[in-house]
T-cell receptor, first 112, second 115 residues
């Protein structure tokens, strides 16, 4: 069955450093991969999408890589800030129709 | 307007109650979704409406009944729920133009507690 794995433990980093989050998947060949941010008790907010034929995507301090051979995506936040503290979800799609499959998320804590 | 709104924010209901969750978007999106999310778990898809027709039902129990009155509104009718149905219920929308790479815009969610 399909499986998406994200770092199960929280990632604690110092302000100003680069945070790197991992999303691994098995038994799946997604056409694209998305990253979302979720704050406690709130809905996810879309950050970036990367297609299967793209290696890297950037948006301001965010960078996503996608390696379909390794079946892995890395999500980087450079010059991290305490305001970046949240849960980050990766989502693969489409499973069928418009369906996205979400990973469980990684909690990021940026300390000042 | 890139906002998806949901009401109510919080809902407490007994197992014999009937209640409804509401979702609205004015982005012209033609696909709308209901998700259920338990604490520390990913959102789980429940239903998808595409062009106001139910296109995906993820084998959700019949005590959850979705409705899409028009392209901007999505309801979730609740009846005879169980305590294990307590969760954050998220609504989302996407362009629904039939293309892949569909970014989904989520609402803030309704926190439901079933007693």
């Amino acid at each position: 069955s399909q499986k998406i794995e994200q770092n199960s433990e929280a990632l604690n980093i110092q302000e100003g450093k680069t945070a790197t989050l991992t999303c691994n998947y098995t038994n799946y060949s997604p056409a694209y991969l998305q990253w979302y941010r979720q704050d406690p008790g709130r809905g996810p907010v879309f950050l970036l999408l990367i297609r299967e034929n793209e290696k890297e995507k950037r948006k301001e301090r965010l960078k996503v890589t996608f390696d379909t051979t390794l079946k892995q995506s890395l999500f980087h936040i450079t010059a991290s800030q305490p305001a970046d503290s949240a849960t980050y979800l990766c989502a693969l799609g489409p499973e069928y129709g418009n369906k996205l499959v979400f990973g469980a998320g990684t909690i990021l804590r940026v300390k000042s | 307007d890139t906002e998806v709104t949901q009401t109510p924010k919080h809902l407490v209901m007994g197992m014999t109650n009937k209640k409804s969750l509401k979702c609205e978007q004015h982005m012209g999106h033609r696909a709308m979704y209901w998700y259920k999310q338990k604490a520390k778990k990913p959102p789980e898809l429940m239903f998808v409406y595409s062009y106001e027709k139910l296109s995906i039902n993820e084998s959700v129990p019949s005590r959850f009944s979705p409705e899409c009155p028009n392209s901007s509104l999505l309801n979730l009718h609740l009846h005879a729920l169980q305590p294990e149905d307590s969760a954050l219920y998220l609504c989302a929308s996407s362009q629904g133009a039939g293309t892949v790479q569909e970014t989904q815009y989520f609402g803030p969610g309704t926190r439901l507690l079933v007693l």
